[in-house]
């Protein structure tokens, strides 16, 4: 194909900064032009009439695109930390923003969109897609959350739908449409009535799952990296290798083979039928990796952004036999193995489109056959206002639920105190009755959004997400007297989601936003950033919960990365240790205090016993690991500190077990549970489990 490389100098609301990137046919795209007044850093696009709406980073923007090729524009709003994905409907926006949840913006001044709420949801927010009342929010391997928004200064859970791990989500006349991404997997919930949400298909890809669309009887799949669920013999590529591809599993005939789009006709939506596939140039980068499909209203053309891949011109006319007519991408400067900018997002507007770009900002670029649409949705779901009972088994556990609605996010145990944060319920004070349960006696008032909680003798910390990191001097079990704060770490509006205690004088804050950041609190009105380490934890919470080897060392789970140790005793301040290349676990997993002088790992449904500071052995061998005993499953492990129990909680398949460790060569499983909500990491009490399980409360085992 042609390559023609287009530098342009534009006035008014566009501008160019050098090359605007390169039109491989000009079959479709024209001259690209940058809109000047957005970050350079642009993940998400949404259009609704003559409003357009984007968003990156902290940043949401409002243009008027009455002229479509010249945005102006009207407001803009920031602090939101992280935006992914955008749905509009009449005015009001509904933002994905992973770690820092879902937020919804009124817009319907576009010239002063305001912040109505931020929500707390399960984990990491991806996908977003609204129909009446209610919000699809698409959370990875956790699945689908279905969002009361009738009120939207006050968004309330519905209930979850497990997925593979859901990265986008579509819904229309009544059912939900999730494209899945490592298992490279369409799947389909029927949502008429959120009384009875059920899946009703489940359908191959591929290639790794994300965006999906609907057009007639339809459904457009964007998919990427590598071929899943298809013969490599009918591969019109041959597959990438690299040295990142070799230590995550190798480079197979598939590898970097699954970017493309796939047609499904949905007449029937509960049984897609597989039509067609487009198949792009092969390419396999990890971290920003995501594919996005828009339609066009007066043609056959589809636009599907491919993150560094590019922008892709589809036509679709024949849809057992899709064509690429053209394709544009963002050159990055410093980065000559991409072939674009992270194109993060589409919208298709009257004779162009608006390409969201982490590096490229945003950018409209003439297309001839585009046409802005509008997506009919058909009838909202029935019952908004039904929520999910979340059973417990009374035989296994007592319950405590907070009042107001709020997941049970993290417990903190002292004596025969917890203390329970709730999100957006706040912290709750529970003191366990001598006859079994919970009796609540305190909270902790004027701060009614804590979503993580550590007790380190009379200190109380404290993650209040917008509010920052409270430290506390506790009274007694119910009297808290601040005195330490940070409102903010980091650049930017984050989030405070997690706090670890590493030892009296350190502590570990994080937003799951970039990391985790270690500071000094021998003065705790005046912390001390010492230095930030790992990248975004995402789900689950990754840090060991007590240093070994005489106080010294303490690892962390940088998931499906490595494990990093960290020298707490190091002057003239702690410093980082070892940190691992070829032994790593996932997201899923973690690592406890087992003794003074070993931590216990859990790898999969196994387990391994490290030495303080161990790294990977000389010839990048991978550690022993020993299977756990009973049913296959992965968890976050914490140890009773005074028995031989161990405890590992799975959020992602609201899994819990126990075992007896008396033998650390011959763990014997106690307990299995299956719970109802998803459990975050688990406490002891006098050799009980204590356990934050989400919208299912606070479970003590009888």
């Not at 009838?379 to 556990?397: G, I, L, M, Q, V």
């Not at 992602?652 to 549970?673: G, H, M, Q, T």
Request: proline share 7%.
């Amino acid at each position: 194909m042609m390559r023609t490389m287009l530098a342009v100098c534009l006035a008014g609301a566009c501008c160019a900064a050098g090359a605007e990137g390169v039109v491989e046919t000009g079959k479709v795209f024209g001259t690209p032009r940058r809109v000047a007044e957005t970050s350079p850093r642009i993940m998400a696009t949404c259009l609704e009439g003559n409003r357009l709406y984007a968003g990156g980073g902290p940043d949401f923007y409002v243009f008027d695109v009455a002229e479509p090729l010249k945005p102006k524009l009207l407001g803009h709003v920031d602090g939101l930390a992280g935006v992914r994905q955008i749905a509009v409907r009449n005015g009001m926006a509904y933002v994905s923003a992973r770690e820092a949840g879902l937020w919804i913006i009124d817009a319907t001044d576009p010239a002063r969109p305001r912040v109505r709420s931020r929500f707390d949801c399960c984990e990491l927010a991806t996908g977003v897609d609204v129909a009446g009342d209610v919000v699809f929010l698409g959370q990875r391997q956790n699945g689908v959350e279905f969002i009361d928004v009738s009120d939207p200064d006050h968004p309330a859970h519905i209930a979850m739908r497990k997925t593979d791990e859901s990265q986008s989500v579509k819904y229309r006349d009544g059912y939900v449409y999730s494209g899945d991404w490592g298992s490279g997997k369409l799947t389909v919930f029927d949502a008429r009535d959120m009384k009875n949400i059920r899946q009703v298909a489940y359908e191959d890809l591929w290639g790794y799952g994300d965006g999906v669309w609907l057009k007639g009887k339809y459904l457009y799949a964007a998919t990427g990296h590598h071929a899943k669920h298809r013969d490599p013999a009918t591969l019109p590529f041959k597959g990438v290798d690299s040295e990142t591809l070799r230590l995550y599993g190798g480079a197979g005939r598939g590898a970097g083979c699954g970017h493309g789009l796939d047609i499904f006709d949905v007449s029937d939506p509960a049984h897609p039928k597989r039509v067609g596939r487009a198949d792009y140039p092969p390419f396999y980068e990890r971290g920003l990796d995501m594919w996005t499909p828009r339609t066009s209203a007066n043609s056959d053309l589809v636009f599907c952004a491919a993150t560094h891949n590019g922008l892709f011109a589809v036509d679709c006319s024949v849809p057992a036999n899709p064509k690429v007519v053209d394709r544009w991408t963002s050159p990055a400067a410093g980065h000559p193995e991409w072939p674009s900018w992270c194109i993060g997002s589409v919208s298709v507007g009257n004779g162009c489109v608006y390409a969201g770009g982490m590096g490229s900002g945003l950018v409209v670029i003439p297309a001839k056959g585009a046409a802005q649409e509008t997506f009919e949705q058909g009838p909202p779901p029935a019952n908004a206002s039904f929520r999910e009972p979340y059973p417990t088994d009374d035989k296994e556990f007592w319950t405590w639920k907070p009042s107001k609605p709020g997941q049970a996010r993290a417990v903190a145990v002292a004596g025969d105190v917890v203390y329970a944060a709730c999100g957006d319920a706040g912290l709750h004070v529970l003191k366990v009755r001598s006859e079994g349960g919970f009796e609540k006696i305190g909270e902790l008032s004027g701060h009614p959004r804590v979503f993580d909680v550590q007790v380190d003798g009379t200190r109380l910390y404290t993650a209040e997400g917008l509010d920052g990191f409270g430290f506390y001097e506790m009274d007694g079990p119910t009297g808290f007297r601040e005195i330490g704060r940070l409102p903010r770490i980091g650049p930017g509006n984050n989030v405070a989601l997690c706090v670890w205690v590493a030892d009296r004088d350190h502590l570990v804050l994080s937003t799951r936003n970039g990391g985790c950041r270690l500071f000094d609190i021998s003065d705790l009105a005046h912390p001390k950033d010492l230095f930030r380490f790992g990248t975004c934890p995402g789900w689950d919470k990754y840090m060991m919960d007590a240093p070994i080897g005489g106080g010294r060392y303490i690892a962390y789970n940088n998931a499906h990365k490595s494990i990093a140790w960290f020298d707490l005793k190091a002057r003239p301040e702690p410093r980082p240790a070892t940190t691992t290349k070829y032994n790593f676990i996932s997201l899923s997993n973690g690592l406890c205090k087992f003794s003074e002088d070993q931590a216990l790992v859990t790898i999969k449904s196994g387990y391994a016993l490290l030495a303080p500071n161990q790294g990977d052995p000389a010839d990048h061998s991978r550690w022993q690991v020993k299977e756990l005993p009973g049913p296959k499953t992965s968890g976050i492990p914490r140890k009773d500190p005074s028995g031989t129990r161990v405890v590992k909680t799975c959020r992602i398949n609201r899994e819990v077990a126990l075992y007896d460790f008396a033998d650390p060569e011959k763990p014997v499983l106690v307990k299995y549970w299956k719970v109802s909500g998803n459990p975050d990491i688990a406490q002891f009490h006098k050799g009980k489990v204590v356990i934050p399980c989400g919208h299912q409360g606070v479970l003590f085992q009888k």
